[in-house]
């Protein structure tokens, strides 16, 4: 099947600044496909590639098999919903979604149709007269929605639509999302910072530093094996602690820190003596949990972080200057340990990842 | 126990000093708009409703200057003549300007754009007098204008470009030009360049984009731009004296006559139907905004 998108070898540059170096992949049929990464790292850059908004100064963009090369915004089969919506404040919710079906001159009764459909998908078949300014920040969100589905596309490209919403609304908006691109099929890619709205809705994410792609995997992948220090610590809570790699293999690595010595697993060569182990906050174990665990030590706690469903602790490793953060789950039943105490802290060996110091980041 | 009663809470008084600093802001402006516009109007209207008879000053109540004025066809022709040359000169600033407006947007260079907007307003730095002589010259029969329609383009009489009502729309229009040019300018800069984006993505070429979203939504500006030019040419006073030759008679050269022959009821009636001219105007574009309403 052919892929809905497909990049080979593209880089961009701004004057001196290479925004995307030499990037390479492709996004299947239907799927949720997400560039995550923080700001400039270049998936912005690579979404306007795809819309047409920006050329590729090397490499070729491919839109469903077909080389982009020569075909402008205008002409392509993707459509955009953009970051502050750019819903246009002088037509009603109903124009706004239609302006894409009367630019391809489809007759007025088909526009009148899929418009209401449309406006039905995204739950706003009420508001279709009102204009943009009448509309809560979730709304207009929805009919930017409306406004580029309803033209049917091969691809739809989203750059950070949630960005502008409160945390509830986003929360909803996101589920709300993937519900509709089961219902509609179509391919999805999409452009956020945000590492929880990328895990919470694709099926395939890139994560993207400094214009390369360091990571392309299934949402699970990169959360449990991150293939670089910068995924490691970009997603999730990781602690990273500096060790000394005592023995390495193409699979795991035998590692000392004070004190403590264990085994973690790698996913790229190790090289040199220092290295860094990233740990998840939450796959520590804390108290009576943490005898059962492979890598066991004990462990001074400094400060006590309560956020309701969890409590964070800040630790310090018995006899080494080692901190580490732990998250445990806040049942209600057990009382948390206070600042001071002294408890058994733990983790399973494949909880953790090891990274060489001199590994280049991107 | 049924708690006591209490007092509904009312807004505390802000302080008399406080209270007093936007008025003292205003009291310079306000005075100067007194004694400079407040007063003289009433001045003013006190003339327009006296009749002027054989070089005397007839001070009682009368509306015969207003009944002259309006039933004369002399004075109709000056209102219709005055309203077509503002006319003529807004439609030109708006076809020449808008075009200008959108170049002096879509240009990318800061250098560029600098200068750009240098030249758009050089006509307001220049004086009035200077500038119209300026264009006499160059718009004469025997001017280069003429000389290139003539020997170049083969015309074969020189064109009248001067001391008739093309002068002075020709120099109203590049005078006035900034102002029709700014206005318009300020709405494209305020215009979310995602908005354009937006239209192209949809699949709108650069015409549709620009009927559809560009030009709707700088319209404002367009207008705000239109109504200045439109009221400064109604009042335009040099530019028809000088480059219409006597032959452009509109109401600031009929009340500089009016007061030239003191006859002071005459200068002021032509002085309010030039106001009235001017807030009709204002009306009518006031109603125009309200359709391209976001």
Known sequence: MTPDVEFRSVSKVFGDFLAVDDISFSVPQGSFFSLLGPSGCGKTTTLRMTSGFEWPDRGEVLIAGRDMQNVPAYARSTNMVFQRWALFPHMTVAQNVAFGLEVDRRPRAEINKRVGEALELVGLSEFSTRKPRQLSGGQMQRVALARALVKQPKVLLLDEPLGALDLKLRMQMQLELKRIQREVGTTFMYVTHDQSEALTMSDRIAVMNKGRIDQLDTPQAIYDRPATRFVASFIGNANLIPVEILESSDTDAKVSAGGLQFNVPITQRLTGNGGIVSLRFERIRIGPDAKKQQVKADATVRDVIFSGSSITYVMKLAGGDIDLTVEAPHDGTSSPYSVGETVAVGWDGSAATAFSDEQNDG | ?294
């Open chain 2, 1 to 294: 126990m049924a708690e006591p009663a209490k007092a509904p809470v009312k807004p505390a008084k802000e302080p008399l000093r406080r209270r007093a600093v936007p008025w003292l802001l205003i009291a310079p402006a306000f005075l100067v708009m007194a004694y400079a516009f407040v007063l003289p109007m009433l001045v003013f209207f006190r003339y327009s409703v006296y009749t002027f008879e054989r070089g005397k000053l007839i001070d009682e109540f009368s509306l015969a200057t207003y009944a002259e004025f309006l039933t004369d066809p002399y004075f109709h022709t000056i209102i219709f003549d005055t309203v077509r040359m503002a006319a003529i000169t807004t439609v030109c600033s708006a076809l020449i300007g808008y075009p200008l407006a959108y170049a002096l947007w879509r240009v990318n260079s800061p250098s560029l754009k600098r200068w750009l907007g240098l030249i758009i307003f050089s006509p307001i730095l220049v004086s009035v007098v200077v500038r119209s002589y300026g264009w006499t010259v160059l718009l004469a029969d025997q001017g280069p204008i003429n000389w290139f329609l003539q020997t170049v383009l083969v015309f074969p009489e020189p064109i009248k470009l001067v001391f008739n009502l093309t002068g002075v729309v020709i120099s109203l229009t590049h005078v006035f030009l900034p102002f029709v040019v700014f206005p318009i300018f300020s709405t494209m800069t305020r215009l979310d360049p995602t908005l354009r984006e937006a239209a192209m993505d949809l699949g709108a070429g650069w015409w549709t984009t620009f009927r559809r979203v560009t030009f709707p939504l700088t319209l404002p500006g367009l207008v705000a731009g239109m109504q200045i030019c439109f009221t400064l040419a109604l009042g335009a006073f040099v530019t028809p004296s000088l480059l219409g030759g006597g032959r452009v008679l509109v109401l600031p050269l009929q009340i500089y006559t009016a007061t030239a022959d003191i006859n002071w009821p005459l200068a002021a009636v032509g002085g309010i139907v030039l106001l009235a001219l001017a807030m009709v105007t204002v009306l009518i574009s006031n109603r125009l905004l309200r359709y391209s309403e976001v």
